[in-house]
């Protein structure tokens, strides 16, 4: 069967106004990234002004937070049935790939599950996405060093790339093709899309380059942490870890919670709160055993879930390289560092073998 080529459709630059407006007249309300002095909040949208246009991730991770609430409600009882509802539905502007694929990661986790979660569905059914490209590269991304690219390639209903005097818009959804064909836009030239290409080139380069000291490594990442388990890196690597939980609260791919029950007026309530690994308490069980006891355990572990387990269950790694670990982390831990150090270790391992 021929492979379907994805719809790409342009309009000028100068008209992002226009269309915000259209698509709130004629869809629905527009919210999304929005600059505020230096920080990247998120809102509702009110113009081309207030939006963060293309730029980097934000620092908070907003997909876990609209996808995966820090605190919801999953069931009540005694009471009247409370079923998940699909909110009114709203258009999300500005999530970047490595939000989109930390997207794809909560799809495989609590979508292609059996049962799925429809607290997560319900939600998944409000939101239209609307994505862009990267245009700036932080010190701390890489992307492309874990399966990615500074450009999203799925999970989006419009993904809009960009350039001095035109926005790329590629179609990822029946949405979004309804939106290209009601929207006065015009078919993307080929000429258009190699600048499209050539800027995404760019983009990746200067992910690259950032990362020159750090990557590519030796040996593929899953393989690392397969073999290096009883490594003295972990122990070395681990000092500075302060267990706060940081790294996971702010990880967008990190989605583990825990339950508790709590008293109502008339009815009790079962509440889901993001949980993380690194707390102490974390692994153990009722009768009191422990199997992550120490705080290098627990270092270790978050680095096999990220690039071991995922792999061996679906085939992913699940980190997407965004670098908000390392941006907030107050021991000063650079992921990267880490899974050098392994590598420089397999590297030591070959030559005395060698020799
Ligand atoms: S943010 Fe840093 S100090 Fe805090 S738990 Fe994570 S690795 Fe440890
Ligand atoms: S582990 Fe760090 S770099 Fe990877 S997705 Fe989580 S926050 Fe981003």
Redesign the pocket.
Known sequence: MRREEPLICKIPREELGKFLKWLEDNHAPVYGLKKEGEKVTFGKISGPHDIYLGGVRSLHPYTKTLFLPPRERVARYFGEEDLPTVEEKKIIFGFKA?DLR?LAIYDIMFDDTVPSDPFYLAKRESYYIISFDCTEVLPTC?CVFVDGNPYPESKFDLNLTLLEDIIIMEVGSPWGEEVVKKYPTWLAEPEDIKRRDLFREEMKKKVMEVNKEFFPLSKPLTYLLRTHFDSPVWEEKSQTCVACGG?TA?????YCYTLYDEEGEKTNERIRIWDYCQYPGFAQEAGGANPRKKRMERFRHRYAH?FDYGMVRKGVYE????????SVCPGKID?REVLLALDQEELKKGKENAA
């Open positions: 490595c930390a890489f790294c702010i990880c967008p791919t990190c990220k980190c997407t390289g965004c670098g908000r670990c390392i992921m």
